[in-house]
Each structure stands twice: as C-alpha cells, then as structure tokens.
Nanobody
Framework: HVQLVESGGGSVQAGGSLRLSCAPP????????MAWFRQAPGKEREGVAA???????RYADSVKGRFTISHDNAKNTLFLQMDTLKPEDTAMYYC??????????????????WGQGTQVTVS
C-alpha cells in the first residue's frame, strides 16, 4: 500500500526541467535510505538516484550530470531535480524508502515503502 506521496510531475519539452518531491506522511523514523525509480511502459522499474542517511548520493549512468537527488531534513522531504530532460526520461517516477537499509540501492526488492508515482512526459 502507498506510504509515500510524490508530486511535481508533468509534461515538458526536451531540454526543460522538473522538480519532483516526495513526502513520507506514513513513514516511521527519521533518517533513512531513499531512492527514486522510474518505469516506462513495457519496461522494468529502474533506479535513477539514491541517497544515504549521511547524504551520500549515487546515480544511474543515464542521468548523471542531469539529475540531482536531495533530502530536506527539516521538511522531511525528498527531491529529484531533473534538468536537460530527454524524451527517453519519459516514465512514471516513484520514490522509495526503507529503514532497514544501511546503503541506498537500486534494487526494487530492497524497499518496503513506495509512493503512488508521478508521471513525467518529455516531448
């Protein structure tokens, strides 16, 4: 069931930017490993950016230099700044979290908390 809430998706032209947000209203605890995943039609869900509790970040090669993941501890909100968007970035984007992880991964099965997804369309 949905325990995180994403927002900020939409339609943009190639080269444009979007900022996704993820708030965990039903998530227990404070610091956690979190990640953004995306899933295009007919494709498997893939990790694009992840952040550890200490702020260490990692990115999929396809988005390095264009996407930035960050976490506002005061607002308890996860962000994904997406710049220089490409048509191949079109997908449903999901945030994920799990308190059991020590290091944020790109494995779907590692995360027990998910949002409902927000659509990003780049034309």
């Amino acid at each position: 069931h949905v325990q995180l809430v994403e927002s900020g998706g939409g339609s943009v032209q190639a080269g444009g930017s979007l900022r996704l947000s993820c708030a965990p209203p039903g998530y227990p605890g404070s610091r956690r490993c979190m990640a953004w995943f995306r899933q295009a039609p007919g494709k498997e869900r893939e990790g694009v950016a992840a952040i550890d509790p200490d702020g260490t970040t990692r990115y999929a090669d396809s988005v390095k230099g264009r996407f930035t993941i960050s976490h506002d501890n005061a607002k308890n909100t996860l962000f994904l700044q997406m710049d220089t968007l490409k048509p191949e970035d079109t997908a449903m984007y999901y945030c994920a979290a799990d308190p059991r992880l020590v290091t944020a991964t790109f494995w779907v099965a590692d995360y027990g908390y998910w949002g409902q997804g927000t659509q990003v369309t780049v034309s």
